[in-house]
Every structure is written in C-alpha cells, then in structure tokens.
C-alpha cells in the first residue's frame, strides 16, 4: 500500500459516533461497499462514554455521493452523529510501527532520521530497527517514503483519528448531518 | 414472573397488539410454536416462507399496522428475503421474527444455519440477532417501534434456539424506547414551509407529485385540502395510487414509464413539482436530466436521504407528509389570504392533453362478441362490477399497469402492489394478508399468468383459513412484459416468455387448491362470470380469463428515454413526438 495521499481532494474524513454493539461496524462498511467505495482508513475505538464508539473513516470519494451516502449512514439505527471533517481545519494523527532494515553500516543513519522526525526506537535486532512514529499522516507519509531507501521490512499504521480544531473552527466547516 | 424466551417473545406480540402472524414452524423457532397454542394472536400456516412474507405487507398495506411473519432459520430465513426486499423498497411496516440455531452454534455451518442478519442487512431497516432472553421485551418493542415510524419499513429478529428455550423474568413491559440514533423528525421547518407557500403562490403551472409516503403518513385527507384550496392538479403515482381519487376533477391519474399522456406531459411542463413523500423513481422520471427540466422542486419527506438523492430540491422539507401539508395549508391561506394566481391557461392546456391523449384501447363492440379478449375489457368490467371500496392487490407485469390505469382508485389503501421491487408473485400472498386485515373489504388480486406460477400454492392457505379472496388471472400465455420489450426493442425475436395458455390447466390446480374457479375466453362472458364469483363468499375463487397475447400497454416512455418520448399508442400515426 502506497502511503501517498493520491488526491488528496477526494479524500474525506467522517467521524461517526456509533452505539457500541455487536454488527454496528458491518453495518457502516456495508454502505460504503455496496456503492463501490473504498474505505481509506479507518480506526474504531470506544468513546468516554461506553455506550458509544468512534469511528473515523477516511473515505475516497467525491464530495456528491459523499452526502448521500452519509444521509444514508445516518439512517442506521445504531449511528447517533456524524461530523464530516475539512482536512484544513481539524486536528489528526496517526501512529505508525515499521521494522526497516539498518545494518551496522546505515544504522546511524536510520537513527538520526528517526530523531528528526520526533519517532522512538522500540525494538532492535543484528539487520533491523523497530521504529514508532506519532504524528500528522503527512509526516508519516514523508517518513516512510525516507525510509523506502533503507528498506522496509514491515509497516503497520493505524488509520488517523481527528478532532476538529478548536478556536479558528467556522461553524459552516462542520457539518453536521441530521 | 418468570418465562421462557419464547413465552416472553409471544407475550410481547400481544403486548404489541398482533392481531395475526403468518408463518411456518421448523426446528429453531419450534420452542415460539408451542406458546402460540395458548395466545389469543392468530396464526395463518403458509405454504411458502415468501407467501408469510407477502401476506404480511398485504395485511401492513391494507391496514397501516404491522405485519408479522414467524418463520424458522435457514432456508425459511432466506425464503423471507425478498419480502423483506420488497417491503423495504415500498416502505411497508413489517416485522420478520426468524429462528436462529443455538447461540453456542452460530458459525459452525450447523444444520439450518444461515447468518440471517448478514444476509438481511442491507434489505431491512434494521435486524438484531438477540441474544439473552432477558432482551427479548425491549427488542421487540424497539422493533415495532423501528417499523412503524419515520419511513416505515421491514425489521428483523433473530432468535437463537437457545435464547427461546432459555428463562427470563418478566419484569414490566418496556415504558420507554431508548434508541439515542434514531429520532425521525416529524416536524417541517417552519421557514421552508413559508418557501414552499411562496413558490406556489409564485407558480403558474404547478403539479403535486404524490408519492407513497402520503398513504404511509395518512396523509390523503391533508392532501386534499392542499390541492382543492390551491386548485392545483394532482399526479399519484404508482405507489400513490388512491392515495387522491381518481374521480376526482383535479387527479391527473398516473406518470410514469406507463403513466397517462397528461400525467407524464404536465410535470414535463410544470415550472413547480410539490413532491409529496415521492422519491423521482426513475420509472417516474425517464432519464433524469431530461425530467421536468423547467421545474422548480418542493420535495417534503421524512427521509432526509431522499432530498436531493435524484434531483435537487429548491425548498427541501423534512418531515411526516401529514403534519408538514397541514402547515403547508396555512401558510398557503396565511399567504395574501390564500390567493393564487390565474391558472386558467395551465388548467386548459391541461383538459386538452386529457381529451387528445386519452387512454384507449381497441374496446369490443357488441357485435364482436366472441373476438379477442381485452386485458384493459376485463379490467373495466372488473372495477365496474365491484364495490368501489374494494381492495386491488396486483402482481408484476403488464396486468399491473393495465389495472393501475384502468382501474379508479377512490380510496386510500385500496390498491396493493410491489412497485420498487416489482416482485412477481406477490399479488395472491398479498391479497391473503389484505383480507385478513380487512375482512369487510372485497379483495381482489389481479395475477399474470407468470406471476400467478409463483406463489399460487398459497391458495392452499386461503382455502384452508377460508380467506375469500379473488384472483383475476390475465392468462395471456407469455411473460407479457418482457414479450412486449422483445416485440418492440429487440425486432420481434422473442426469447424464453412463451408459457403456454392451458400448461398449467388453472382451472383444475386452482380447484385442486380448494378454490371455485372459472374459465372465460370471449368478451360476452366476462360479465356474468365475475357476477359469479363476486357472490363466493366462503372460499377463494379464481378466473382465468384468457387475454390477448399481442396487447401491449401503452403509453410508454422507453427505458432511457426522456419523458418527451412517451410514445401513446401501437400504430406508428399514432406515435408522439414532442
Ligand atoms: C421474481 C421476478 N422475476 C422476473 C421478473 C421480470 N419480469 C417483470 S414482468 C415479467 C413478466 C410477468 O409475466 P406475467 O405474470 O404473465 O404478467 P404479464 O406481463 O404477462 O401481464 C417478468 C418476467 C420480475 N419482475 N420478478
Ligand atoms: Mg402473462
């Protein structure tokens, strides 16, 4: 999976509070395949209050069918909100874990990237490093497109999660379906 | 007070009001069969899953409350999807209760095991495996509730052997619903509502839409205050149909791929659409960027999904069609004291489309007495020898639009088809349900003789719960429709819809089936045969009337095509082209 955001204009981010039960989940996907749209990335958690989860679904749509589908969505008994976020005006991130080769000879090197990019090293072994990256999905996608160089062994991220942005958030940016 | 799982599912359907479910017991549900023996709720033994299914929309169609179907896991689970398909489409009130294998069970490819909630997501509202008896109560009354508001639609519960067999305590019945993500707003806005009084007072050649959601909001009466008060005329489509009478002066009868020439022409040439709980179906629209291109757009349903899905409203209301026309009303009256402006000329140009462009057909005179047979003939003898209170349930096909347009529907809830879904098979299941509902009511079903193949045995059903039904057979020996679609777009050369006039002899299966039955191939007997079956009163009767092959129903818009192609009649003179 190329990390690059392709276009990044088709790509929309929904953060959905759904009760927390069985099927809820299967139920959200099930509107985005049964149109043919792929989910980009999406991270599922519960909420403070245990009743409720949070999805965040970052979505590869146009913004047209990107209503419909979110009316839609809300129809679903379990869905209680849905809060379409402008990329430009929220808060993301992301953590990534990558096992990237780093012989003795390109070690130092992998390591001073790591330190540039505010990352931690968790595991090391004779050919490779274990490295965790918090941040902004860009960083990550910058970091990772570094760390190609070396050679990736393995690369899990988690899907972002969001919040909008707090003072300079205009209400008429978030919308809220209802 | 304690129960088992079943006991408790049963008490809540009474607690619910269930007059009636209709079902077939198997293995997993067999421990919800056994309490029925003691309910006072009245349990119908289909013969097919799917007949369970259709007879619960019937009776939903007919009566406004829900339908209950009770049938097992598996195969009986999946025998009930295109019900629940169907009656999610057409928006019908329903609650499917299937049985499920053990809770201990589930996802081992046990025997009769289906993930029936799986497989009924996407056609429901909304479907619940449950699994702890203690839920039982709750879920079934969010069920009923889920149903039965907002845009009303199939629910499903699935219930695992165990969790019937299981005990539970009887607490109290649930006082409250609480369902934090799913709260329909009934209420239109006030401001859109003044927009929409604005618009129409602005308006010169207005026509209102009416789509189904007018007969689910009960809303027949709100919508004739709106029209007679605005004189504005009125299309009712084919899920719509009585939902305004078709006697009366303002009703343009049907749009549509098969609609009436002055239906489909005067929204071509409105400059105001009031949708009323009508989606834009594309077999209402034709291709879309041709539809009503001069029209502004009210669009008023409770499915916020549905406002701009199809087309872009210019004053988009949510709500339940009732309340929001009867606040329409006022602010229509509120509005310059409820002036409207001069539509003569729009209501002038509309009597000439109805004069030029009336429906027709090649009646039979007198003298031919014993020539072909007229589907639309039998039609019109049928609709004039009933009471005009009488329920019309109808299948799938061509018999369907001939009955939506020569029949007149002056009652709300008198007509009962599958429109979105268009099931074939639906008509004798659903005139069963419809019965059941309203035994007062004489119900007819109108029946191909495709679609009659499919779920004729339920006859069985009517005979053995003496349920008198009528059934019309239009016996025209092909799968009509799609004969006519090879006939007209496809040269002539006719694939796989030939079925034969007397391969079944339906005559004999229906009187094997416990029903009366009649046979009629020439127009001087229509009459006094439908006479005859209008005085069975104490079993189903069947007519097999043996139509015409080579009718075709006319007009129509060809798929694809925009409504300005409707072409009205078979003789090439007779083509319009606008
Ligand atoms: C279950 C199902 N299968 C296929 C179709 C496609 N279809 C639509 S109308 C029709 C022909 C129906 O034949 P018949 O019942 O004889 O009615 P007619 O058109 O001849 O009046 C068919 C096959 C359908 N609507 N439903
Ligand atoms: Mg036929």
């Excluded at chain 2, 409250?176 to 006030?190: E, F, Q, R, S, V």
């Excluded at chain 2, 002066?249 to 098969?258: D, S």
Aim: charged share 25%; aromatic share 6%.
């Amino acid at each position: 999976m190329s990390a690059l955001v392709g276009s990044a204009n088709r790509h929309h981010t929904l953060v959905v509070l759904v009760e927390n039960k069985a099927g809820v989940l299967a139920r959200v996907a099930g509107l985005f395949a049964r149109r043919g749209f792929n989910i980009y990335s999406l991270a599922v958690a519960p909420t403070d209050d245990e009743r409720f989860s949070r999805l965040t679904v970052v979505v590869d749509v146009e913004s047209a069918p990107l209503e419909q589908i979110t009316k839609q969505l809300f129809k679903l008994i379990n869905v209680v909100k849905i809060t379409e976020l402008d990329q430009a005006e929220s808060v993301e991130r992301e953590l990534m874990l990558m096992t990237v080769r780093a012989d003795a000879g390109r070690r130092s090197e992998v390591i001073e990237l790591v330190n540039v990019f505010g990352g931690k090293i968790v595991d090391v072994g004779h050919e490779a490093l274990t490295i965790t990256l918090a941040g902004k999905p860009r960083n990550l996608d910058d970091f990772e497109e570094l760390m190609r160089a070396f050679g990736i062994v393995e690369l899990q991220r988690t899907g972002r999660v969001a919040l909008p942005q707090l003072d300079r958030r205009a209400p008429a940016q978030i919308r809220k379906v209802s | 007070m304690r129960l088992t799982g079943a006991q408790a599912l049963i008490k809540s359907l009474e607690m619910e009001g269930v007059e009636v479910m209709f079902g077939l017991p198997g293995g997993a549900i067999l421990p919800a069969y056994d309490p029925i023996i003691d309910s006072p709720i009245r349990h119908i033994l289909v013969r097919h899953e799917q007949g369970a299914g259709h007879m619960a929309e019937g009776y939903a169609h007919a009566t406004g409350r829900p339908g209950v179907a009770l049938v097992t896991s598996g195969p009986a689970a999946t025998n009930i999807v295109t019900p629940l398909c169907d009656a999610y489409m057409d928006s019908v009130p329903m609650v499917a209760i299937t049985g499920q294998v053990p809770s201990t069970a589930i996802g081992t490819d046990a025997f009769q095991e289906c993930d029936t909630v799986g497989i009924t997501r996407s056609v429901t509202k909304h479907n619940e495996l449950v699994m702890d008896a203690q839920d039982i109560p709750r879920i079934i009354r969010e069920a009923f509730h889920i149903a039965t508001t907002g845009r009303p639609g199939p629910v499903l519960v699935d219930l695992p052997k165990d969790v019937l067999q299981a005990t539970m305590e009887w607490h109290e019945w649930p006082p409250a619903i609480d369902l934090p993500g799913y709260k329909p707003n009934t209420k239109g806005h006030p401001r859109m509502i003044k927009e929409a009084a604005k618009l129409i007072a602005e308006s010169r050649r207005p026509v209102i839409y009416a789509g189904g959601g007018i007969l689910k909001a009960r809303a027949a009466e709100a919508l004739r205050q709106l029209a007679e008060m605005t004189g504005i005329p009125v299309v009712t489509t084919l899920m719509a149909r009585g939902a305004f009478p078709d006697r009366h002066e303002l009703c343009l009868g049907m749009p549509g791929m098969h609609g009436n020439y002055t239906a489909v022409t005067s929204m071509q040439k409105a400059d105001l659409l009031i949708a009323l709980g009508s989606r834009f179906d594309d077999r209402v629209t034709g291709k879309v960027g041709g539809f009503a291109p001069e029209a502004k757009i009210i669009h008023v349903d409770i499915d916020p999904a549905e406002l701009g899905k199809v087309r872009r409203p210019d004053v988009p209301i949510v709500g339940d069609c009732r309340q929001v026309i009867e606040e329409l009303v006022k602010a229509v009256a509120a509005l310059d004291e409820g002036a409207q402006p001069d539509r003569s000329a729009w209501m002038a140009q509309i009597r000439q489309w109805q004069k030029d462009f009336p429906l027709q057909y090649d009646r039979p005179s007198p003298d031919q007495a014993d020539g072909p047979l007229k589907p639309q003939y039998v039609l019109e003898c049928l609709r004039d020898s009933t009471p005009d209170d009488c329920i019309l349930a109808s299948g799938v096909g061509q018999h369907q639009m001939w009955a939506s347009q020569y029949w007149q529907f002056d009652h709300p809830y008198t007509w009962i088809n599958s429109g979105g879904l268009g099931t074939m098979g639906f008509s004798v299941p659903a005139a069963i349900g419809a019965k059941v509902g309203r035994p007062d009511r004489m119900v007819w079903a109108v029946d191909g003789d495709g679609c009659f193949q499919m779920t004729a045995q339920e006859l069985v059903t009517a005979s053995a719960e003496r349920i008198p039904i009528k059934v019309a057979i239009l016996n025209n020996a092909y799968l009509g429709m799609v004969r006519q679609w090879q006939e007209m777009f496809y040269d002539e050369r006719y694939s796989e819809v030939y079925l034969s006039p007397d391969l079944p002899d339906y005559v004999k299966w229906s009187e094997a089936m416990g029903c009366v039955a009649f046979r009629v191939e020439h127009p001087d007997e229509v009459q006094a045969t439908i006479d005859k079956a209008n005085e069975v009163d104490d079993r189903p009767v069947v007519i097999e009337f043996r139509t015409d092959s080579s009718e075709k129903v006319f007009p129509m818009v060809p798929a694809g095509l925009s409504n300005d192609d409707i072409v009205v009649g078979p003789t090439p003179g007779r083509e319009v082209r606008q």
